[in-house]
């Protein structure tokens, strides 16, 4: 009963921009070691301002991708670009315009707990992570 | 039995969705998807009362199906969605 991501997102944004707040399991590894593909869950809620960090859902040339914002680059007319990048990517980042961004994780069920994005772990994480990045190929076969 | 109330169908990218309305959030890993007939069916049974052999006279009318192949079909499916909670007794 998987739904296809064709068929979920535009129902996501759809209940995003309605103000409520959606849960669903992530595919694909690129962010490791964060969340494992087709185990954990991530609960997103539409966001005012967007700020690096945050884990962002973001419509990118038709796809669907949900990786941390690594650069918010305002454009002063109350648009702008962000600029993304996988936990479990070694270089690659992608970017869009502000405008298809179309939420942010607001918690994270993984490996069945769930917890929010204050808790003193998710912090810790949060801020050591990106800040490794030089070792991040060595961490992603270590946490492998 | 009758359906659950509070549940929405929306065909979405040409797939039958049945979304939770009314709820804070919407969880995906637990929504369910529906097939042409399911689909077909749910909408149709409407409000009221019905039971398997209900919508296996539904189907027949509908899909030119012989009666034991659409009470099959129609148990199948009374199952699945008692087990997905979207049916009230």
């Given at each position: 009963m998987e739904v296809p991501n064709e068929v979920m997102f535009p129902e996501?944004?759809?209940?995003?921009?309605?103000?409520?707040?959606?849960?669903?399991?992530?595919r694909?590894?690129?962010?490791?070691?964060?969340?494992?593909?087709?185990?954990?869950?991530?609960?997103?809620?539409?966001?005012?301002?967007?700020?690096?960090?945050?884990?962002?859902?973001?419509?990118?040339?038709?796809?669907y991708?949900?990786?941390?914002?690594?650069?918010?680059?305002?454009?002063?007319?109350?648009?702008?670009?962000?600029?993304?990048?996988?936990?479990?990517?070694?270089?690659?980042?992608?970017?869009?315009?502000?405008?298809?961004?179309?939420?942010?994780?607001?918690?994270?069920?993984?490996?069945?707990?769930?917890?929010?994005?204050?808790?003193?772990?998710?912090?810790?994480?949060?801020?050591?992570?990106?800040?490794?990045?030089?070792?991040?190929?060595?961490?992603?076969?270590?946490?492998? | 039995?009758?359906?659950?109330?509070?549940?929405?169908?929306?065909?979405v990218g040409g797939e039958?969705i049945?979304?939770?309305?009314?709820?804070?959030?919407?969880?995906f890993?637990?929504i369910?998807a529906?097939?042409?007939?399911?689909?077909?069916?749910?909408?149709?049974?409407?409000?009221?009362?019905?039971?398997?052999?209900?919508?296996?006279?539904?189907?027949?009318?509908?899909?030119?199906?012989?009666?034991?192949?659409?009470?099959?079909?129609?148990?199948?499916?009374?199952?699945?969605?008692?087990?997905?909670?979207?049916?009230?007794?």
């Open positions: 996501v944004r759809r209940l995003l921009a309605e103000g409520r707040t959606v849960t669903f399991c992530v694909g590894d690129s962010m490791r070691p964060l969340l494992r593909s087709r185990r954990d869950k991530v609960t997103l809620a539409a966001c005012a301002t967007l700020r690096r960090g945050d884990l962002a859902l973001a419509e990118i040339g038709g796809m991708v949900l990786h941390r914002v690594v650069a918010v680059r305002e454009d002063g007319r109350g648009g702008g670009e962000a600029v993304l990048m996988g936990d479990g990517n070694i270089g690659a980042t992608e970017s869009c315009p502000l405008a298809h961004v179309m939420g942010i994780v607001v918690a994270i069920d993984r490996a069945g707990r769930r917890f929010s994005l204050d808790s003193r772990w998710y912090r810790l994480y949060a801020r050591l992570w990106p800040e490794a990045k030089p070792l991040r190929r060595f961490l992603l076969r270590l946490f492998a | 039995m009758r359906k659950k109330p509070g549940f929405e169908l929306r065909c039958d049945l979304v939770p309305g009314g709820v804070e959030n919407v969880d890993s637990r369910i529906m097939n042409s007939s399911s689909a077909w069916l749910w909408r149709e049974v409407g409000d009221g009362d019905f039971t398997a052999a209900t919508l296996a006279q539904m189907l027949v009318a509908h899909y030119e199906i012989d009666s034991v192949t659409a009470e099959d079909a129609a148990a199948e499916l009374l199952t699945q969605w008692r087990d997905a909670g979207i049916l009230v007794p």
